[in-house]
Structures are given as structure tokens and as C-alpha cells.
């Protein structure tokens, strides 16, 4: 089997995919998103497909799309489009596009959730700066998060009224959309479950962004991961994904 990696760098995870696809025999390409050229149109003269770098991405037998890097919204949409377009050929997509559409968007993943029946801390999701100052004042104790990103980038909480409005007006100044949620306390890990065909196959305990130390979910977790373990993934409709490493049998 070949497998071209979408990707905007090279680096550990990518090195990791590779490794795994030689240890199965199987051939990869790293193809960059930068490098995407789409031809169409009807004659015997237009050679209608999509390349990068000169690679033919319908010919491979399937493609893993790692970190989409940052662009204009015209070429974050052009990217979003070619991996639809890949997946209506019939070529596997993983993680496929609709799922990253859904999971990239805080607040489109907060109502799918929410759809989807889990638990959902109150959120305030808005454009004007009365809006998400008057979300503070009713919830107290809040995060103010960016739309976009990960691993805690740009997050802030907050429960300091002043505080608080200098933040949101900064942010009115880049044009953000504002998402203003309850804080929720806790014991400072959250917990990540894989699901498989609709099964609980590994979960782990993630610490906090700043402490980056994964560790196994103890027992007390375990239980809360088991009743709504699938739901989630089903309100995320990512239909596949990889794992690094074998996970260890689960008590």
C-alpha cells in the first residue's frame, strides 16, 4: 500500500507514521499543502487530478493529513476543499476532512457535543464586546478561548471584571470571535478515550498543557470515560484514526 502524509513540516509524529508504515511494509510520501495543484476540465488535452510536488494524490491508496498550516482564508479553504475532493474519489482521508471541520472549531465541536447529548459546561459564543463582557459578569470564573488552536494557546482565565474587559477589548481589535466558558474546576488533567467502531479502545490522562506529562487515567476515572465514551466520537463524526503505540489492556 502507498500512503501520501499531508503535512506542513516533517517532525517527531511524522517520523513516528513513517516508521509505522515501513514496519508494515507498506511505502509513504511526505507531500507539503503548500504544493497542492488541482487541474480540471473536459478534453483529451487536460490531464484532470491533483499533485503536489508533482505527486498524484488519486493514485495513492490512502492519506493522512497531519497539521494543516496557517494561511489566508482562501487557502485554508482551498486545502479543506482538495481533501474533500480526495475523499470523493474514493481515496481514504484520515482524519478525514469533515471531522477536522468539526473538530477544529471550538464552538462547532462545543454544539455537537452538546447535540450529542454530553454534559457541556455554559458557553457564550459571540461577536460584540457587550456580549462577552456581560457572559463574565453572569458567570464570574471564566476561560476566554480563541475559536482556533490548541495545547492552550491563548487561553486566559479570568473572574476580574477590569481584567477581563481589557482582554476582550484586545481581542475586539483582532477581530476574534469571542468564546467565553463557565471554569470548570478539576484536579488538572482532562481525559482523552480512542474509540474504535463505536468501542472504547485506550483512554489516557493528559495533565495540563503547561506540565505536557500523559500518563495513564486512573480507576476513578475510568468509570465517568465508560458511560459516554462513544458519544462524543459520534458527535465528532470522525470515522478513523492511528495510534502510535498498541494500547495497554484496559481494567
Known sequence: MHVAILNARTGWHTDELCRALADRGHTW????YEGLVARLGTGPSVAVGLTSDGAAIFDADAVLTRVIPTGSLEQIIYRMDALHWIEKRGVPVMNSPRAIERSVDKFYTTALLQEAGLPTPETVVCEGTAGAMAAVQAM???IVKPIFGSMGHGMVRVSDPDVAFRIVRSLEQMRAVFYVQRAVNHDGRDVRVFVVGGHRAADVGWRLAHQR???????AFRAA??????RPAR???NRGGLCRRRPAPLA
Open 29 to 32: 510520501q511526505v507531500l507539503p
Open 140 to 142: 464570574g470564573d471564566v
Open 213 to 219: 506529562l500523559a500518563r495513564r487515567v486512573g480507576a
Open 225 to 230: 470515560v465508560r458511560v459516554g465514551a462513544a
Open 235 to 237: 458527535g465528532g463524526g
